[in-house]
C-alpha cells in the first residue's frame, strides 16, 4: 500500500529557517517523482515544486523558484521541503503528493501525504 | 499564468446530478487532455478522483464522471449523497516547463 506520511505541525517566527519531511512506502521511492503542494488558510491549492529522487531532478513553479527547496534522502525514502528564512505569508498547510509524470507531463496527483501546517508569526 | 476558473459553490439535493465546471484556455485545459479532478473534504488531504479528463481511479464511485469541451472541463456527481459534500478542484497541464495550473475550487453543498 502506497503510504506518505508527512511531519507535524511547526510552530516559527519570521526569520527561522524550517525543513518539513515526507516518508513515501509501499512503492519505489527513487523511480517516482514527489511534488509539494501548498494550501493558504481558506484558499486553494498551488504547486510547488517536484522532484526526482532517482536522479535529484528538481522543478519548481515560478512563485516559489529561489523561496523553497526540495531534497530528498533515498536511503531514508524521505523528500523534505525547507525554507532557509521563513515569513508569515508561509504560514499554510503544505501537502507532499505522488505525481504521476509521463513525457515530463504531470498526468495527476494519485496519492498524498496528510498535510503539514506551518504557522509563522511575524 | 492565472488559475483555471471553476465556480465558488454548486449544490443539488440528494439523489440530483450535480455539474462543476472548469474553464481554461487553449494553452491548457483546451490544449491537452491532461485534466484531473481533486475532491478534499474538510481537514482532510485531497484525493484523486479522475484523470486524462474522464478516467477513474480504482475505488472511486461511478457516479462520478468528467468530461471536456472546448476550453472548458467538467465534473458531474450522479445520485448526490451527503457524503459528496466537499471542496472539488481541477487541475490541468498547461505546456512544458509548467507543473500545471489548479481551478479556485468549488464548495459543493449537498442539500
Known amino acids: 500500500e502506497v503510504q506518505l506520511v508527512q511531519s507535524g505541525v511547526e510552530v516559527k517566527k519570521s526569520g527561522e529557517s524550517l525543513k518539513i519531511s515526507c516518508k513515501g512506502s509501499g512503492y519505489s521511492f527513487t523511480s517516482n517523482w514527489i511534488g509539494w503542494v501548498r494550501q493558504m488558510p481558506g484558499n486553494g491549492l498551488e504547486w510547488m515544486g517536484i522532484?526526482?529522487?532517482?536522479?535529484?531532478?528538481?522543478r519548481y513553479s515560478p512563485s516559489f523558484q529561489g523561496q523553497v527547496t526540495i531534497s530528498a534522502d533515498k536511503s531514508i525514502t524521505t523528500a523534505y521541503l525547507q525554507w532557509s528564512s521563513l515569513k508569515a505569508s508561509d504560514t499554510a498547510m503544505y501537502y507532499c503528493?505522488?505525481?504521476?509524470?509521463?513525457?515530463?507531463?504531470?498526468?495527476?496527483?494519485?496519492?498524498w501525504g496528510q498535510g503539514t501546517l506551518v504557522t509563522v508569526s511575524s | 499564468q492565472s488559475a483555471l476558473t471553476q465556480p465558488p459553490s454548486a449544490s443539488g439535493s440528494p439523489g440530483q446530478s450535480v455539474t462543476i465546471s472548469c474553464t481554461g484556455t487553449s494553452s491548457d485545459v483546451g490544449g491537452y487532455d491532461y485534466v484531473s479532478w481533486y475532491q478534499q473534504h474538510p481537514g482532510k488531504a485531497p484525493k484523486l478522483m479522475i484523470y486524462e479528463v474522464s478516467k477513474r481511479p480504482s475505488g472511486v464511485p461511478d457516479r462520478f464522471s468528467g468530461s471536456k469541451s472546448g476550453n472548458t472541463a467538467s465534473l458531474t456527481v450522479s445520485g448526490l449523497q451527503a457524503e459528496d459534500e466537499a471542496d472539488y478542484y481541477c487541475n490541468s497541464y498547461a505546456g512544458s516547463n509548467n507543473l500545471g495550473l489548479f481551478g479556485g475550487g468549488t464548495k459543493l453543498t449537498v442539500l
Open positions: 503528493a505522488r505525481p504521476i509524470v509521463v513525457r515530463g507531463v504531470v498526468i495527476r496527483l494519485d496519492y
Open positions: 522532484f526526482y529522487p532517482g536522479d535529484s531532478d528538481a
